[in-house]
């Protein structure tokens, strides 16, 4: 019998390009247009290598004391990890493993669940979103073995209330409900404060959007004392020493500097708004994104020749051929100057085609 039929096979996640060279314009996965804290760079700077020869604080400190300080929750409901994608690999490992019955989420939503799902061999049921692109609650009111949606969604950057969250918690007492939180500091209201009095309740974060660090890797979450407890078992049972030390410290300048984070987060936001406009006005729909990018589609125009059109101009966005997305294109927010050359490349495009 040959090696291979007992290998475990994925098809892996596919991560949007990473152009390299001169006058790109990345529009295409959702970073931070400006830099990270000034204090980030100090402490990567300054940092003594001579440190290195110890293993890292197997316990995410300082980070996790800093993030619990600044979010007014008790260390014991902080749980740090690599990236949010390795904390959400963690959750699903941990948290998803009912005997019969599936784990929900969207049919549109971030691309990584379903391929978490395959890797651990979580049985899973995506339920379509409505024709707007918005979560129907009543999906996930029946029996499951757990939920998770993200909110803002991706890349459909929809919003969707705190309270829808508190009903579909109310009606799952016996699963894990994971509110994947990765872009909620461009204006959502967060699930953090419902993790007080649901104990099944899991809430995610990253710094690699608004906190401008997508290098580094640093996500977290927020939940009971009970549930970070087993994520931190489960994480101690597969590599005590993920998050490094250079990182850990880098990480609390991020945290530290309020002031900064704010800055960034609204100038984000203010170019999005800005950005609707630009695009409606070139003829474009869009969801009402509360997120740093923009899912939008024109009516006469194929996304996927627009796709290729902006990519042979550096600039990049990101486009899926897939059921019901495939003529949108997903753009994250730029700096004003990069989202001034995207509208001139596109108004030019409509202009040369007769528009
Ligand atoms: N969740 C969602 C919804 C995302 O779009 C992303 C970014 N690809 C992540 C999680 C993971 O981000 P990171 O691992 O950089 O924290």
């Known amino acids: 019998m040959s090696w291979e039929a007992n290998v475990r096979k994925v098809t892996p996640y596919t991560a949007g390009e990473q152009p ?4 790109v314009i990345k529009l295409n996965t959702n970073e931070s247009p400006y830099p990270p804290a000034p204090g980030v760079k100090r402490v990567l700077h300054e940092y003594d290598a001579d440190l290195l020869r110890r293993y890292p604080d197997a316990g995410t400190e300082p980070l996790r004391s800093e993030l619990a300080a600044y979010y007014d929750v008790e260390k014991e409901r902080v749980f ?11 959750a ?31 049985p899973y049921q995506v339920q379509a979103l409505d024709d707007h692109f918005r979560i129907k609650e009543e999906d996930y009111l029946k029996p ?28 799952n007492p016996d699963a894990v409900v994971i509110v994947d939180e990765a872009y909620i500091d461009f204006g959502g209201e967060s699930c953090l404060r419902l993790t007080d009095r649901y104990e099944n309740l899991l809430v995610v974060r990253t710094f690699s959007k608004s906190r401008a660090l997508a290098g580094l890797r640093i996500g977290y979450a927020f939940g009971s004392p009970k549930l970070i407890s087993c994520l931190q078992d489960a994480k101690y049972s597969f590599n005590s020493y993920t998050m490094n030390s250079v990182t850990l410290s880098a990480g609390v300048e991020a945290v530290r500097d309020d002031a900064y984070f704010r800055e960034i987060t609204d100038k984000v936001v203010a170019t999005r708004e800005r950005s609707k406009k630009e695009l409606a006005a070139l003829g474009f729909s869009f969801t009402d994104s509360k997120s740093n990018f923009i899912f939008s589609s024109h009516e006469k125009y194929s996304a996927k020749e627009l796709f290729e059109a902006l990519r042979e101009h550096n600039i990049y966005v990101r486009h899926w051929d897939k059921p019901r997305i495939d003529n949108y294109l997903r753009i994250s927010i730029g700096t004003d100057e990069e989202m001034d050359a995207l509208f001139a490349f596109l108004r030019e495009y409509i202009t040369a085609r007769g528009n």
């Open 20 to 23: 390299k060279g001169q006058g």
């Open 80 to 90: 740090v990890g690599v990236g949010s994608d390795d904390v959400l690999a963690m």
């Open 92 to 122: 699903f490992l941990t948290f998803f493993n009912h005997p019969s019955l599936p784990i929900l989420f969207p049919d549109i939503t971030y691309s990584f669940y379903d391929v978490w799902a395959e890797l651990f061999r979580i």
């Open 144 to 171: 499951n073995g757990g939920v998770i949606i993200p909110n803002p969604n991706a890349p459909t950057g929809e919003l969707a209330p705190a309270a829808m969250f508190e009903r579909i918690l109310r009606a």
